[in-house]
């Protein structure tokens, strides 16, 4: 497929105007803020704040056009057979890497549990594909295996297979699996290890795939599930109050060209077979070598060749696990930030689709823009002394002094602006669910309201934080660090203060500094730095608490209410696999191959 | 490695291979020739939009 289908009107619009909107209000807040800066006389550091402002107003306005898009339609499910048997094989891909096997394959076994239910379970497969280095794991692995065929009766349709070298990471490995066996199969679900989608979810998905000819690859949108740490609960019950609201807005500008996460998606093999052979980038990480964020690359490439690559909103019944704690979210982000920014080098590849390359330039702007905000605090504190000395008798002819022009009505006006783009977005969703009554699902009107409250103020003591780590992953990366590919820590999450401490000290002194700094140049600048220096001055502590189990009332989720089906087979398989009955388990836990 | 587990590890391959049907993918062609590289953290950041930026 090479020939290119036009964007339809509709996405069009939706693009120009979110597009509009943010440069406009972005113009706004770079032309009042020149004026504030200038009240005093225009100088270069006013002009550089204003610059700052520019960029980072943008973003914000970006964010926030794409919810109140969202809010002006409801997703729905396209018009399909849905009577009709499937008549393609489709693979289920589980790449995995230092995982705990128990809790990746249980979820393997759930959902081939759930596929069984729908009686169109024989048309799939798993596939296991495994990256695991350490030799232990590794034979954890093969044992717990065999568990999952036993129970699940699996022999010729559930996988396993270990890599001898993990070359390309997750895109590697996927297609190393695509180039051995890719052709026996018309369609591939690809999933993380933390994965766990609905045996109707994954039948429904083939179904739209099989319907339309020209779909490349389908996206579902993850909620996160199981979140036990106040972090871990705040994040899940934003993923399933706030992302639905934003995905609609993204889904209404995506055209053909939607996104790809990397999992709980699916693929048609021969597509992705013929388009997405990632090339290795000339010159050694972090820019060079292989393609880290594959993801948004793959859905680029199908739709440089012709394929639609779309999110479909609507669908239920796809779950993942999230981080529990900041210190491990940094962690994560630190890699998507390495593979976001080495995407620079992919902006003018050649054939792309124009959204595509923006929506490289989105990722990439997503990491920049905390340098900007921190910019724009910098320039802010030292303004005072790169300024003009005021001078309040300007000519000898007026006997009076002659203050500067206050403009503190301005900056005010502009301070609620940001503000408002800051939290407009989820103060409207939190309105848009209490009018439609979405909040039933969320526990009812109050307990939907306190936790979406809660969230935000979470949200907001946590941004000057997430905004000092992700400054360090850009720096890191523009100095050449290669962040590598550390395993997932899917444990507890726990924190104390003094591992909190150990793993954001820099903060606290990057807070102290900006206070001492703006203490001496400009005092009457720290109450509003407050709300930025003060969580960076606390962040062990706040780390640590946000670290701790939650409270199981606050950020009530409809998964928690009432939890999927595959859900429930999960925590059955598990509570059977984990029940330490030694007949039923593999000789490793009996001890009899820990030596491995 | 013990002997018993070596023959796990055989074994597993044997039962876990998935089925043997190649499929070819198509290397891409993602960078242009007359790209140039940008070397030190003030042309990177500064060349954060260009080809090549950090290479």
Known sequence: MTIVPPVSRSANAARTVALT?????????????????????LDKIDVVRSFFMLIATFWLGWGAMQALLGLTTRARAPEIDRVQPLTSRIVVLVPIYEEDPIATF????AMDMSLATTGQGDHFDFAIL??????????????????????????????????????????GNVEDFI???????????????????????MVEIARRMQADPKLGL??????????????????????AFNSPVFARGLAMMQGQTGPFWGHNAIIRVRAFAQSCGLPVLAGKPPFGGHILSHDYVEAALLARAGWTVRLDDDLEGSFEEGPENIVDHAKRDRRWCQGNLQHTRLLFAPGLRGWSRFVFVQGILSYLVSIFWLGFLLASILAPAFGPPTVYFPTQYWPMPVTPPDETTLAIGLIIGIFGMLVL?????????????????????????VSAMTELLLSSITAPILMMYQTRSVFQVLLGRDGGWPAHDRGDGGLRVSDAFAACYWIVILGLAGLALASVLSSSLIP??????????????????????????LFLTPEELSPAPVMQLRAEVLDQWQAGNVDEQPELVSGRLQHV | MSGQDFNIERMIAVIGAPPAAPLVMMRQQLEREKDTALHGLLLRLLGAFSPKAGQ
């Open chain 1, 21 to 41: 909107a943010s440069v406009l209000a972005a113009i706004a807040a770079f032309s009042l803020f020149l004026r504030f800066g200038a009240a005093d006389g």
């Open chain 1, 106 to 109: 249980s979820r393997i076994a």
């Open chain 1, 528 to 553: 509003w730095l407050l709300p930025v220096t003060l969580p960076m001055v606390l962040s062990p502590f706040i780390i640590s608490w946000l670290s701790r189990p939650g409270h199981p009332t």
């Open chain 1, 179 to 201: 180039q051995s066996s890719g052709a026996a199969y018309e369609f591939a679900i690809i999933l993380d290890a933390d994965s766990l989608i609905e045996g109707d979810t």
């Open chain 1, 218 to 239: 389908l996206q579902t949108l993850p909620r996160i599930i199981l979140a036990r740490s106040r972090f871990g609960r705040a994040m899940q019950f934003s993923t």
């Open chain 1, 425 to 449: 977005p989820k103060l409207m969703i939190g309105a848009d669910a209490v009018l439609r009554g979405r909040t039933k699902r969320f526990g009812g009107l109050w307990p939907a309201t």
């Open chain 1, 130 to 171: 495994s990256d695991t280095r350490d030799d232990f794991v590794a034979a954890r692995e093969r044992l717990w295996y065999l568990r999952l065929l036993r129970d699940r009766d699996g022999q010729g349709r559930i996988f396993y297979r270990r890599r001898a070298a993990n070359t390309g990471k997750k895109a």
